[in-house]
């Protein structure tokens, strides 16, 4: 049987058609290939997660408790605290508090500089401070006092630096931010494994900025919590009975604005105290009727391989990543929006997912 005309090569076709049908159909072949394209950059950047997350504030709207006023450290909770000058007159706009363990100074050094150093992220100020626990051994304390008097970076609740405590951590870091640095727009909460591409996060964020509380991140959905006793993010049914968590957002990296804090912290005195950090902070925001939003381009637990266009150009977080490695890749007299060729940013993820997969092998 003959092809119908149309699927003729259109080079022998082309006179046949008369000339008001031709154009349509090369119009309509073109529109579809782009159609194509664009659902296929939609999907690779997670713009379906996006729509989902947005959605989700019709749905959980409605279950807001009324706010109780915030849990508040005194200044006898920190034993080491950065001059009160860092947030006073005016607060940075971009806070960014990094969960540090009193053994890492080698992590904190590869931070401060590298991404660290940064006092400016697009329209933002930006201030980095590290917050840690108590640390079992006394010689450790004299070697952080030290520190803390050379870069006065550090905050230090009173309690054991344990991978328990890390709630307490979290708690401490939202109060110290709520009492010694109101008025800043948005607080970061990162790991000291990250490599955080403050530029493009700062980029993100302003399409984010309202005076609505929000949380922001790696959107995890109805994860269900650790039965096995031998976890280390075991939580017991008394503690808390449910069969899942509500929507939160991954512990490695994630963005509260400063309204949400002392929300959160009033809603931490209705919330099981449960031992996993990230859970805890979800647990609060869903108390409070905070939804969770999705930053694209944020990863979670994933690591990705050195690339200095991954890191400081696509991707928001790299985790799990060393000193050295943050090192390798840091060269700050690149402006960011040049980190990447033209072929790189159209492949983006896709390219970064790539090169993780290849490093894998
Ligand atoms: C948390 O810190 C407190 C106070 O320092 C300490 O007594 C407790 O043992 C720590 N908890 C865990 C689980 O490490």
Known sequence: ?????????SMMVLPVWPKCCYRPRLLRGLLSTLMVLLIIRFLVSGGHEDL????????????????????????????????PEVCSPTAPSLLVLVVSAPRHATQRQAIRSTWGGARRAGKFTVQIFFVL??????????ALEQEAAGHHDLVQGRFLDTY???TLKTLSLMGWAAVHCPGTLFVVKVDDDIFLNLPGLAEELEHHITLAP???????????PKRDSRSRNYIPVSLYPEER???????????LSGAAIPILLGASRHVPLVPVED?????????AGIVPQRLARLTGGEHFPPDRCCYQGI??????????????????????????????????????????WMADQ
């Not at 408790?65 to 909770?77: C, I, N, Q, R, V």
């Not at 626990?133 to 004299?142: D, F, H, M, N, V």
């Not at 968590?245 to 963005?255: L, M, N, Q």
């Open 1 to 9: 049987m003959d092809p119908p005309l149309d699927l003729q090569p």
């Open 52 to 83: 989902f997350s947005h959605s989700l504030r019709y749905f959980m709207s409605g279950r807001r408790h009324p706010t109780s006023p915030p849990l508040l450290p005194s200044s006898d909770d920190f034993l080491l605290r950065p001059p």
């Open 133 to 142: 626990g108590l640390p079992r051994e006394p010689s450790l304390q004299t």
């Open 164 to 166: 328990g405590n890390l």
């Open 214 to 224: 929000t949380y922001l991140g790696k959107i995890y959905w109805r994860a269900r």
């Open 245 to 255: 968590f509500p929507v939160y957002c991954s512990g490695a990296v994630y963005v």
């Open 279 to 287: 859970v805890f902070v979800g647990l609060c925001a869903h108390w």
């Open 315 to 356: 991707l928001l977080s790299v985790h799990k990543v060393t000193p050295v490695e943050m090192a390798a890749v840091w060269d700050a007299t690149t402006p960011y929006k040049e980190m990447c060729q033209a072929w790189q940013w159209a492949l983006g993820y896709l390219r970064c997912k790539a090169l993780a």
